[in-house]
């Protein structure tokens, strides 16, 4: 065998314990009673809807990799979609959902709405970009996978979009039955388009075209360590919409107009995260060409010591390079979700980070966040306890994207996503 | 009431508008007056920057001394010292501005409360001033929120915190804008536990978000508690403390402090000049003004804080200046061609000049930033001020300034150098060939222009696939299989099919590799990870993928239009398939239409060439780049173009190739066996060489 064959058979068998090890996550935490997954694996943990989005678009990963039965799979998709289409919904505090929307955090059991969390947009698209992958994925004429597909479209078309502009031309981030509609202030590109995507290709309640573009002119396009970018700081913002859509190739007007394509956008953005940890300009402990990945993830908080006797630690926060938040805390998974655009990158520094950093990987699932800056009691540096739904979502199905393509090519044949993405302005390619 | 003598120009108020409009006038020599209900010198002499800058300056020091400290924290700050220190500082500049000294420069200063009682008269106390024109400079005061329980408790504003005896333990500052966190991080710097509340989502919801985001982290960094999206419910006074009621979303707390501080912005003083009687409009925002600066009275006009929207000692002293120009000496300036660069002085400062990108996306203008963050200036290391960056805006596909962004401890003084290049309408690329000493924060400018020009020479950063509107690149690049050498031509039509080429290896498993024939070409196949290699090192080219400047019904063409037809002509040779793809304009019946002959020529032998090639009957002209320096091929030759007659091609080309000093020339006679036209909608037709 060649060297350069055998590395690559060295990395398909990382990747694969990795995923694996991933995937697990949902089949070890989810309740199989109404499918819902915690949020993280700490005693307790309510619901992350958005969790359960990437559980759902995960179990056909598993059935082809042969981790999973294609039935216990539909099983479970379905056990999640009927608890949804059944749950309540309705502007009482204690509600599953509202206009189509659901609380961010809701109780394993109950399916309640928790911690008194908003009803959260972002997310709901997430978990209807879940239903929609496995409604395309369960395509057998078996009563199971029929109903995944009624269920899936039933939840999609059910969600008032419309609603959740409150007037104005973007859509808001939250709502709460107590406040009303949250003000979040977000500015600039950030994780949102398969949002707008799905908002505009709803065959209810659509947003107008007008939406999309309102939403992207705050972007901005810098020319940052000799790559030009459309910036955002935080690693998972050029990753979480490309779990689901391939962006390879397809171009909106802003990215025509740059001749760029998003894919390519989150290619830059790693090198330019990697050009920051090699700069490393706060000295932070560990930070290097392999180490490196500043996204949102669990991190010390600010009750703990001081870090440089300065900054405070910023506990579960996006972290962002080049202008900061950096607290030293870094999402090792997020630099394994960026396979896909940049794979020797992601690989050598998962590898390194791993090698390292031994503690940051249990049961082949890597933990949130990782500070060598800070050590804590007797462990040489803090590492986030368990693990966390969304870190370990986003690595399955990137490692998939990268692997063979399915959750892209499942969803490149879903209707209300190519609906949404032309009505957002984008050509070309598969498109 | 008395009437004095007519004035030329009656100004109302002092402050930084008011004495420049009045010195100006009175340097121009009309009679001029200025009447002042308060302090000579306005808000930023007795209230605003000038005091504030002092507070920062000692908090800055005080904070460095603590970061030096080894053992422990300093000495606590004086704050009785710094606060006599500061009230020296402002008598100091004040007798500058003194009354009598602007009596003296021949300003009648009349001291008391103005009024208009007529379109062409003011009173002040008991006299009454007819004026030929009048100019409103009386500024703008702190704004005094209306919330349950805080004018019962007490509070303070930018018009009284200056005259502080002691350091309040525990304070809350109303409002995140800049003079908040002014002097917010301020006193939490010389001991005072700080929290500030605002009520917006956005931190300096006016400035650019990552400045703002290194902002709020430095804010962290001195242990200032921010509170956005955060509403104040009611302060409640309980056994000398002031406790405030703070509702965020649905999340209620309380902080309980010993001083308030509002900052929440300023009201122009438009009240009790009776404005009306002068049909002169105005709202709560100040007085309407048009782009002259004139109000609704043609005699009246508006300089400052009472009429801007933006509040600045310079902006009031600029607008001032503008009045006085139109007022009295018929000029028609406007306030909106003004380039207008603020900062805020906190620390890290940030300092703004022209467009936010989000003005330019309003103005659908394409913008394109260039930034280097502070990490990355030498200086900066050094001297351990690393936070921060500089962004410059240029309109897309020039190097025009639009605006720019600092962020640093010295952004406030840098940002003139881009404010003046705006002005004078000086580009990033005459920047990044000015000298900047070294090692110094202001090398950052540079390196942000250096970097622009970077961008511009190599067009690397192409997306790695190509669109697949490009018809024509992926009809050059659709018979390309893998194993085969595959020549790139130099050009725009070539650089087109590259990045189809891109796009096909990374989406196929195609493994090629590329013969490029310029360092351009080069540099292109590596952004885009395609493999190179020279041609020497090839047994044969598979396929050229190239463009042309004219093709004529033959298929014979003219090229070199980039200086790369010698190595274009040698890779078409070695290249067992020739494909030029070209733009349907580029069809012409003769070859010479519209298209010049470049012929590479060694240096030493210009002239010669330049005679024989003349006696061929062709005129021609050297080279030169845009700056006018001579144009040089990859071989470092020059090239001349020629203004083709209609000739015997095939004996021209004959001669050219025979000449000794000629190293190449454009005409490619033979070379095309595939040309692919692509039509104005794109639609995409083939010519083969049958």
Redesign the interface.
């Known amino acids: 065998m060649k060297d350069a064959e055998r590395g690559s058979a060295t990395d398909e068998a990382f990747l694969d314990r990795l995923q694996r090890g991933a995937f697990s996550y949902f089949a070890d935490t989810v309740n199989p009673e109404n499918g819902l997954v915690p949020d993280t694996s700490r005693p307790g943990s309510p619901v992350s809807i958005a969790v359960v989005g990437f559980a759902l678009s995960s179990y056909p990963v598993g059935v082809e990799r042969g981790w999973m039965k294609r039935a216990d799979a539909a099983r479970l998709s379905l056990a999640a979609l009927r608890f949804f289409v059944d749950s309540e919904q309705s502007d009482r505090r204690d509600a599953t959902g509202h206009k189509g929307f659901y609380y961010h955090f809701l109780d394993i059991r109950s399916g309640r709405r928790v911690w008194n969390s908003e009803l959260s947009m972002i997310d709901t698209a997430f978990l209807v970009a879940g239903a929609l992958l496995a409604s395309e994925y369960f395509d057998g004429r078996d009563k199971a996978e029929r109903e995944i597909r009624k269920l899936a479209a039933r939840l999609y078309r059910r969600v008032d979009w419309r609603w959740a502009q409150n007037g104005g031309e973007t859509i808001m981030q939250g709502w709460k039955p107590e406040i009303g509609f949250l003000q979040y202030g977000w500015d600039g590109y950030d994780e949102a388009i398969a949002l707008y995507v799905l908002a505009l290709g709803a065959p209810k309640h659509a947003i107008g075209d007008n939406c999309y573009h309102a939403w992207t002119s705050t972007y901005q396009w810098e020319n940052l360590y000799g790559h030009d970018v459309l910036y955002a700081g935080p690693l998972f913002v050029h990753q979480f919409s490309h779990a689901w859509i391939d962006f390879r190739g397809i171009r909106d007007r802003f990215m025509r107009e740059k001749g760029s394509d998003y894919f390519e956008n989150s290619r830059r953005a790693v090198h330019i995260q990697r050009a920051y940890a090699e700069r490393n300009p706060l000295d932070r402990a560990g930070y290097g060409e392999d180490c490196w990945g500043f996204s949102a993830c669990d991190g010390p908080d600010g009750e703990r010591p001081a870090i440089d006797g300065a900054l405070r630690g910023l506990g579960y926060a996006a972290r962002a390079a080049p202008y900061g938040p950096d607290d030293g805390t870094i999402a090792c998974g997020s630099a394994l979700a960026s396979l896909p655009f940049e794979p020797d990158l992601a690989i050598a520094a998962t590898r390194a980070m791993i090698e390292r950093y031994p503690q940051v990987m249990t049961d082949d699932r890597l933990a949130s966040g990782f500070n060598p800056s800070l050590a804590v009691a007797d462990q040489p540096m803090w590492v986030s306890e368990g693990h966390y739904g969304l870190d370990q979502g986003i690595v399955v199905l990137m490692i998939e994207n990268h692997r063979t393509g399915l959750p892209w090519r499942l969803l490149r044949g879903c209707a209300p996503f190519v609906k949404g993405l032309r009505r957002a302005g984008f050509e070309g390619g598969w498109l | 009431v008395t009437r004095a003598a007519r004035h030329d120009l009656v100004i109302i108020g002092a402050g930084p508008a008011g004495i420049v409009a009045a010195r100006e006038a009175a340097d121009l020599g009309v009679r001029v007056a200025l009447i002042e209900c308060a302090l000579v010198g306005g808000t930023s002499l007795n209230t605003g920057s000038v005091p504030s800058k002092s507070l920062i300056r000692a908090a800055r020091h005080f904070a460095e001394r603590k970061r030096a400290a080894v053992d422990g924290a300093p000495t606590p700050a004086d704050f009785t010292s710094i606060m006599w220190g500061l009230r020296h500082v402002r008598a100091r500049i004040s007798r500058v501005d003194a009354a009598r000294r602007l009596h003296e420069q021949g300003v009648d200063v009349f001291l008391g409360k103005a009024r208009f009682v007529a379109a062409d008269r003011i009173q002040v106390d008991d006299r009454e001033l007819p004026f030929k024109k009048a100019i409103i400079a009386t500024g703008a005061r702190a704004e005094r929120p209306v919330l349950p329980g805080l004018a019962e408790s007490g509070y303070l504003t930018d018009e009284d915190v200056f005259d502080l005896e002691a350091l309040p333990a525990r304070l809350l500052v109303v409002g995140g804008g800049p003079l908040g966190c002014e002097l917010a991080q301020a006193l939490c710097r010389l001991g005072c536990k700080t929290t500030i509340v605002q009520d917006?989502?956005?931190f300096l919801?006016k400035e650019?978000?990552?400045a703002a985001?290194?902002l709020s982290?430095a804010l962290?960094?001195d242990d200032i508690d921010v509170r956005?999206?955060t509403h104040i419910l009611a302060v409640r006074t309980e056994k000398g403390e002031k406790q405030v009621d703070l509702i965020s979303?649905?999340y209620r707390s309380t902080v309980t402090v010993d001083q308030i501080l509002v900052g929440a912005g300023r009201r122009p003083n438009v009240d009790d000049l009776d404005l009306e009687a002068a049909g002169i409009d105005y709202d709560a925002s100040g007085v309407h003004v048009d782009d002259h600066l004139r109000t609704t009275n043609k005699r009246v006009f508006a300089a400052g804080d009472v009429c801007l929207e933006y509040k600045f000692t310079h902006t009031a002293e600029a607008s001032a200046r503008i009045v006085v120009a139109n007022a009295l000496r018929g000029g028609r300036r406007r306030w909106s061609q003004v380039i207008v660069p603020w900062c805020t002085f906190t620390d890290p400062e940030i300092a703004h000049v022209g467009l936010q990108?989000?003005d330019a996306?309003?103005r659908d203008i394409?913008?394109?930033?260039?930034?280097v963050?502070m990490?990355?200036v030498d200086r900066a290391?050094t001297d351990r001020e690393?936070i921060g960056?500089v962004?410059i805006h240029v309109e897309?596909g020039s190097d025009r300034i639009l605006g720019a962004t600092i962020v640093g401890w010295h952004a406030g003084e840098m940002i003139h150098e881009l404010t003046l290049a705006m002005e004078a309408g000086i580009g990033l690329e005459r920047i990044a060939s000015v000298l900047h000493t070294y090692p110094t924060h202001g090398t950052s400018i540079q390196q942000a222009a250096l970097?622009?020009v970077?961008?511009r020479s190599q067009p690397i950063?192409?997306?790695?696939?190509?669109?697949?509107?490009d018809r024509l690149a992926c009809a050059a690049v659709a018979g390309i299989q893998s194993g085969m050498t595959v020549g790139l031509g130099t050009g725009r039509a070539a650089t087109r099919a590259a990045r189809a080429l891109a796009?096909r290896v990374?989406?196929e498993p195609l493994e090629i590799v590329c013969v490029a024939t310029s360092a351009a070409t080069e540099a292109l196949a590596r952004s885009l990870d395609l493999r190179t290699v020279p041609l020497e090192s090839v047994a044969r080219i598979d396929v050229l993928i190239d463009g042309a400047d004219e093709v004529d019904p033959a298929l014979r063409m003219i090229k070199g239009r980039g200086g790369a037809m010698t190595e274009e002509k040698r890779v078409a040779h070695a290249a067992a398939h020739r494909t030029y793809a070209v733009q349907s304009k580029k069809l012409v019946e003769q070859l010479g239409t519209t298209a010049l002959l470049p012929i590479e020529v060694e240096r030493s032998k210009l002239a010669s060439v330049r005679r024989r090639v003349a006696k061929l009957g062709l005129e021609t002209t050297v080279r030169r780049r845009e700056d006018r320096t001579e144009f040089r091929t990859d071989g470092g030759n020059p090239v001349i173009d020629a203004v083709l007659p209609a000739l015997d091609l095939e004996a021209l080309a004959a001669s050219l190739d025979a000449m000794s000093g000629v190293v190449g020339h454009g005409l490619f006679l033979d070379e095309a066996d595939l040309v692919l036209i692509e039509d104005e909608h794109g639609e995409v037709s083939r010519r083969s060489r049958t």
């Open positions: 917006v989502p956005l919801p650019e978000r990552d985001q290194i982290d962290a960094r956005l999206n979303d649905d990108v989000r996306h309003e394409p913008i394109r930033t260039f930034t963050p990490h990355d290391v690393e960056f962004k897309e970097a622009y970077r961008a950063e192409r997306p790695l696939r190509a669109p697949v509107e796009s990374l989406i």
